[in-house]
T-cell receptor, first 115, second 112 residues
């Protein structure tokens, strides 16, 4: 069973640029959620995707957007990068509507630095 | 905002039990208590969850008070590898949402 994988693991961008982060969900999981974790803080929910549509969003501006593909993988796009966007971006997958624990499975994250 | 309150940090001696408290006085009847931990530079990892009964798995035990306003995560024999930030979260269990509201968590330092 393959776990949640994210790429790239580290990247550096400059203010105003755009970035795309990628996530492959765990096998059999059709729901992907994204989190932003600033240094020293707990993760904050950005949004969730199910059936290729956004299905829940946290308090993040529209320049944070995403996609989900038929194979359930997902992308997080951030436009017009700001210095405060520097953070660890975490992807988590789960089976929508499945019985079980309600557990989310997290990837190792992509660390974005904005200069 | 997070619906839980945890101490910011705790120490524990290696081999001893680590007891991590969590207050969730506004928990609703259909909300479960979940615990995750995050080892440095890794993604959060699920530990255990419960509704009102005490729960135990291979990683830990969860004790929930009868009024459900607080709980304690117990790591029975802490090792150095248990050093991590531990997050207590309340949410509707087995819900169809990937949204977890994390607080600041408790940084547990296990010392030799």
């Amino acid at each position: 069973e393959t776990g949640v994988t994210q790429s790239p693991t580290h990247l550096i961008k400059t203010r105003g640029q755009q970035v795309t982060l990628r996530c492959s969900s765990q096998s059999g999981h059709n729901t992907v959620s994204w989190y932003q974790q600033a240094l020293g803080q707990g993760p904050q929910f950005i949004f969730q995707y199910y059936r290729e549509e956004e299905n829940g969003r946290g308090n993040f501006p529209p320049r944070f957007s995403g996609l989900q593909f038929p194979n359930y993988s997902s992308e997080l796009n951030v436009n017009a990068l700001e210095l405060d966007d520097s953070a660890l971006y975490l992807c988590a997958s789960s089976p929508f509507g499945g019985a079980g624990t309600g557990e989310l499975f997290f990837g190792e994250g992509s660390r974005l630095t904005v200069l | 905002d997070a619906k839980t309150t945890q101490p910011p940090s705790m120490d524990c001696a290696e081999g001893r039990a680590a007891n991590l408290p969590c207050n969730h006085s506004t928990i609703s009847g259909n909300e479960y208590v979940y615990w995750y931990r995050q080892i440095h530079s890794q993604g959060p990892q699920y530990i255990i969850h419960g509704l009102k009964n005490n729960e135990t798995n291979e990683m830990a035990s969860l004790i929930i008070t009868e009024d459900r306003k607080s709980s304690t995560l117990i790591l029975p024999h802490a090792t150095l590898r248990d050093t991590a930030v531990y997050y207590c979260i309340v949410r509707v269990g087995s819900s169809n949402t990937g949204k977890l509201i994390f607080g600041q968590g408790t940084t547990l330092q296990v010392k030799p």
